[in-house]
């Protein structure tokens, strides 16, 4: 291979304007857009190793067989594209699915997403992300599993499995990408992109557990991350990607940067140049820049300059080319580039059509259940009955389908299932239910808070849609106030007016800080953004069908001004109104973990197998559950640890070990969990990864503010 050929492969180039589902025009395009042109020319010239954005098998197969049939080496092309939680079928989104605290559901949607999205041509796929995201004013929080290590190691690693398959070669089994490495979820105020300045000790104890926990379940990409890192923008950090990520992990694969984040150190300060930014990216240990052209421009001069060693091109080179002879693309350059398979999906004539789209849909109704929290639910008053109750369905979100998928997806608008379609195929008499719109999103509606008013005075009760915008979340959208937008807050406040039973059901991408009627509401159910099957989602659990049995995986603020907030924060050495704010208590509105059901659970003491724990040795804690109501149901049990005294303040609490059981009315079950020295252990004040003898608290419990503490100590190592 030629200098040029080798940084070719390391070199991701936009597919903007040559995607689609049809053959495209070459030769229109070369003529007509100057970009299009240096592209197609790159690409003959080998300088173009994968392409980014959109999908379609017709426009794909062309870029391919340039590539295989037009170049001098014919190494195929890898094509990417960010399929965060769906690609025709839309799933919640990852933090309403880290809800249900399933990551087996995890894995299933995952599975399904790569089956879709090969089909449309996409073999890599920029996700899962897998970011701790403990302030929730922070745009992506809606894209990752909550504020909790362990929580999220389980979902990144059963995303990893879901994406990637049983078999990497198979045409339906997609690249996985973890991102973004690392600490990007700790950014200063909640703002995207900005400076993220911790200590190495809570990278290691928070922000490293999910990341390591996809490469241990074999993701074969991960992507740095857009913010500095105690001043060394990610990009560029040799700390992250060479010694810990390779040195440290033992990692393989490709890292590829975020989007033309080598040239951003530009603007982080830390390079004087493109240039400078391309030779401090490459000797960090980046393979492949993704969007840019500044190492296709800059790599063979500073090759050739001596100022980076071609073996270090090398080496990227070989992960690269490594990575698509692991999926299979020497062997066969056109894998997931199946018309056939493409119409599959996208044809209703076609026999297999009607088979796929009916799996899909029935898994999208599944995983946004599954997804769906209780936060209230006084005087029992959901579930509602179906026939014989006036129901006003009240908000923007009553019939609307624009904020169905959420941020980071598209799916087809079409199958999407809005909450009025869910609701009137539920109830049985179509009179007893009035829909009124009210508001808008974050705008009032002129005679919307009178006709909703109207509404609610002849119905029974009232269901009000109300809360986030889809481009509340995601990248780029922080909030400062965490709040329902005011006009609809205003619609809430004169509906609650009238006295009716009020249930709340919340469209949000992160936990919202809820205010006067929405906080007060009777029932309040927080649906996220649940997508292709939302409206039939949402009415299964509003009228019983499905018992709600999900859990928070972020917790709700009193305030705004709490943030950032989660629940397994240090004690700070003072009583308990020592450290408080003059207007709210140090405590969340809903705790990490909390959620109801439609029946209630006992929990029993849990029971140790001996209160000394030796070094090597594993403790096994059962507890009894008991579903003490009257209707089946599902509960997480979640063991949560303190350790008491350590060479470095532990957390009040650390969820260690969940699991999710069904009962019967009066059923009662055995839940054991296994601990051992290992679930203990904490970066010390020495820099050392290990457990410290000493008493431990320890709960099994039903959310991170409950239950009672038993303790067991964990006895040092034996002297030989």
Do not use: C
């Not at 990893?160 to 990007?184: C, E, L, N, W």
């Not at 890292?255 to 390079?271: L, Q």
């Not at 608290?697 to 038993?710: F, I, K, M, R, Y």
């Not at 303790?711 to 002297?719: H, I, N, T, V, Y």
């Amino acid at each position: 291979m030629t200098l040029e050929e080798k940084v070719g492969q390391l070199n991701t180039a936009s597919r903007s304007g040559l995607q689609g589902e049809e053959p495209l025009d070459i030769a229109s395009l070369r003529s007509k857009y100057p970009a299009a042109e240096r592209t197609f020319t790159w690409l003959k010239d080998g300088l173009i190793g994968s392409f980014y954005g959109g999908g379609g098998v017709a426009s794909a197969l062309q870029l391919q067989r340039i590539a295989v049939e037009e170049t001098r080496l014919g190494i195929p092309l890898l094509f990417a594209a960010d399929v965060l939680h769906g690609s025709r079928t839309i799933w919640p989104i990852p933090l309403g699915e880290a809800s249900s605290f399933e990551p087996e559901l995890a894995r299933r949607t995952a599975r399904a997403t790569a089956v879709e999205a090969t089909a449309t041509g996409i073999h890599w796929n920029y996700s899962p992300m897998v970011d701790l995201a403990r302030d929730q004013r922070w745009g992506r929080v809606v894209e990752g599993s909550g504020e909790d290590p362990v929580l999220g190691s389980a979902f990144a690693a059963a995303r990893v499995r879901g994406f990637q398959g049983d078999d990497i070669r198979a045409p339906d089994s997609q690249i996985a990408t973890m991102k973004h490495f690392a600490g990007y979820g700790a950014s200063m105020g909640g703002r995207d992109y900005a400076q993220v300045d911790i200590s190495l000790e809570a990278l290691r104890d928070l922000h490293f557990p999910p990341h390591k926990g996809g490469v241990d379940a074999g993701a074969l990409s991960v992507m740095s991350a857009f913010n500095s890192l105690n001043g060394i923008p990610a990009t560029g950090s040799r700390l992250l990607l060479n010694d810990v990520l390779r040195d440290e992990w033992g990692f393989q694969g490709v890292i590829v940067s975020d989007w033309n984040s080598v040239a951003k150190m530009v603007m982080h300060g830390y390079a004087a140049d493109d240039e400078d930014a391309v030779r401090k990216a490459i000797l960090a240990g980046l393979d492949v820049a993704l969007r840019g052209n500044a190492y296709v421009e800059h790599l063979p001069a500073l090759v050739r300059s001596g100022q980076v060693p071609e073996s270090v091109v090398d080496n990227a080179v070989r992960r690269v080319l490594t990575l698509k002879e692991k999926i299979g693309l020497f062997d066969n350059p056109y894998r997931s580039l199946d018309p056939d398979r493409e119409a599959d999906f996208l044809d209703p004539k076609r026999p297999a059509y009607a088979a796929l789209i009916a799996s899909q849909d029935a898994l999208s109704r599944e995983a946004g259940r599954r997804s769906i929290v209780l936060l209230k639910n006084e005087g029992s008053l959901l579930p509602l009955r179906k026939s014989g109750q006036r129901i006003a369905l009240i908000g923007p979100f009553a019939q609307d389908i624009e904020n169905i998928a959420g941020p980071w997806a598209s799916g087809v608008e079409s199958r999407f299932v809005t909450l009025e379609a869910g609701v009137r195929a539920a109830v049985r008499d179509q009179s007893l239910l009035e829909i009124v719109t009210g508001s808008d999103i974050e705008s009032p509606i002129e005679g919307g808070i009178e006709a909703a008013v109207a509404a609610a005075r002849r119905a029974d009760v009232v269901v009000l849609a109300v809360g986030e915008h889809k481009f509340h979340s995601g990248e780029g959208q922080s909030r400062v106030e965490l709040t329902v937008p005011a006009p609809q807050q205003a619609l809430v406040e004169a509906v609650a007016a009238t006295g009716k039973p009020v249930v709340i059901l919340l469209r949000n991408g992160r936990a919202l800080a809820l205010e006067g009627a929405v906080r007060d509401a009777q029932a309040i159910v927080v649906t996220w953004f649940l997508g292709t099957q939302n409206g039939h989602s949402i009415a299964d659990v509003l009228f019983g069908d499905y018992n709600p049995s999900g859990k928070l995986p972020v917790s709700f603020p009193q305030h705004s001004g709490q943030q950032p907030f989660f629940y397994n924060h240090l004690p700070t050495g003072q009583h308990v109104g020592g450290s408080r704010w003059r207007e709210y208590p140090n405590a969340p509105l809903y705790a990490f973990g909390h959620g109801l059901s439609y029946t209630t659970f006992g929990y029993g003491t849990p029971r140790l197998s001996k209160e000394k724990l030796g070094w090597d040795e594993e403790l096994q804690i059962t507890t009894t559950i008991t579903n003490t109501g009257k209707v089946f149901g599902e509960e997480v049990v979640q063991l949560y640890i303190r350790d008491r005294v350590a060479s470095r303040v532990r957390p009040v609490r650390e969820l260690k070990k969940f699991t999710k059981i069904g009962l019967q009315p009066g059923e009662s079950q055995q839940v054991s969990f296994g601990l051992s020295r290992h679930d203990l252990e904490f970066t010390t004040q020495n820099g050392d990864y290990t457990a410290e003898p000493g008493l431990f608290d320890l709960w099994v419990s039903s959310a991170s503010d409950t239950g009672e503490p038993v303790q067991f100590e964990l006895l040092a190592p034996s002297k030989r």
